[in-house]
């Protein structure tokens, strides 16, 4: 199958990302909670996040089919809605999170071993990623310049949500599923040829260079967690302009393409070289917030998303796809979104609260950079054994 087949998937189920990326921090907000309370939801929120990609996705492997998961996470987050834009009490809002957390955030990694498997060696995953970005746009730019029920409220947010959630639900009949026989007869043929050639021959779980990768990950998403969690909050209560819908467009628009000539680079400078010039770019953007906190510093840092995210996601791809094995793909892509991004936002957004609260945004954006020069400095450190042959040939 071509990738452009792919494309509808992604280009739906981003509108989603579309308004809860930029509004779920507003909508917590809204209901009247004070920054650090909100920080803390919003790390609730990512760290309830962790546990369903890992979940759904092995559930997805051991089926060899992605389609029922993906049903799943998106029911979900469909029925955490009601609870979460009605009930002001703080249990009841971090429930309703956690729900919601579970189905969001298995959304992606689903997709992306989805894409990966069914394109295969050399396939051109930047193409449908590309349209998922530009649906993320159409719908920012949607919500901040429509009349029809502006996302001034939790209900409104939380309704454009649930339409978002009920098109991607639509989608799915035309996503790839694989067949549980297949499934069953590759694992078979994998175990065959990397199987322990003795009893005392065992083989670690996990590639090493993968956990090296996904640490220097991690620091680098840790260092973008005030942006995620906090931007929208800035953008509002700092610079006073009603343009939170606007500046998430931009800095998505700018990424696209990237995400469209992602695999053209992947194949000349290889992922962890990537990986390594996005996380420069992060810093970049933290120290344009903070030195420069007015609407045209802003529009700059988001400028920046096409190199910290536009750049950066599809080398993540591509580095899980050639260091994980084809029938553990849904685990590792868990292991990216969850552990490589999920974990080290939700540190963000717990500790970026009190931060706030304590010193203001600046000093928060300021205060990460030191996490983005650690990840460069892993990246640096390791880079011949990153960029050494993993245990899957696919890209």
């Known amino acids: 199958m071509g990738s452009m087949p792919l494309a509808l998937p992604f280009f739906a189920a981003f509108t989603i990302f579309g308004v809860a990326s930029p509004f779920l921090p507003v909508l917590v907000r809204s209901l009247g909670y004070e920054p650090a309370l909100v920080g803390i939801l919003l790390g609730i929120f990512e760290v309830a996040g962790i546990a369903g990609p890992f979940l759904l996705g092995r559930l997805s492997d051991r089926l060899g089919r992605y389609r029922p998961s ?9 029925v955490s809605l009601g609870p979460l834009a009605l009930f002001r009490h703080p249990a009841l809002t971090a429930l309703a999170l956690v729900v919601f957390a579970i189905g969001l955030r298995s959304i992606l990694p689903l997709l992306d071993a989805t894409a990966t498997l069914t394109l295969g060696p050399g396939g051109d995953y930047g193409r449908p990623r590309a349209a998922g970005s530009v649906s993320f746009v159409l719908m920012a730019l949607f919500l901040q310049y429509s009349s029809i029920l502006p996302p001034h409220s939790p209900a409104r947010i939380a309704f ?6 009920l098109g991607t639900l639509a989608s799915l009949s035309v996503l790839p599923d694989r067949d549980p026989a297949e499934l069953k007869a590759r694992r078979a043929e994998h175990g065959a040829e990397h199987g322990p050639a003795s009893r005392g021959e065992r ?17 680098g998403r840790l260092a973008m967690a005030p942006i995620s969690s ?5 953008v ?4 006073k302009v009603d343009a939170v819908a606007l500046m998430w467009a931009l800095s998505a628009g700018s990424e696209i393409p990237f995400m469209y000539f992602s695999t053209w680079l992947i194949r000349r400078f290889g992922p962890p070289r990537l ?3 996005s996380v420069v770019a992060v810093a970049a953007r933290l120290a344009v917030y903070a030195l420069f906190p007015t609407f045209a510093g802003a529009v700059a840092g988001q400028l920046l998303h096409s190199l910290c995210f536009g750049l950066f996601h599809p080398a993540a791809v591509a580095f899980v796809a050639t260091k994980v094995p084809k029938e553990r793909r849904g685990v590792g892509m868990a292991m990216y979104l969850s552990l490589g991004n999920g974990l080290p936002t939700f540190l963000g957004s717990t500790a970026g609260g009190f931060i706030v609260e304590a010193a203001g945004y600046r000093v928060l954006f300021a205060s990460f950079i030191v ?25």
């Open 203 to 219: 083989r670690a779980p996990w590639d090493p260079a993968f956990l090296v990768g996904l640490a220097a990950i991690a620091l």
């Open 371 to 395: 996490f983005a020069l650690a990840s460069l400095a892993l990246f640096t450190a390791t880079m011949k054994a990153l960029e050494a042959p993993g245990r899957s040939n696919q890209i």
């Open 160 to 165: 454009w949500i649930a339409v978002a959630i």
């Open 236 to 239: 509002v209560e700092e610079l």
């Open 230 to 234: 906090f931007f929208s909050l800035y």
């Open 70 to 78: 993906l049903a799943l996470a998106l029911a979900l987050a469909l």
């Open 275 to 277: 990986l390594a010039a």
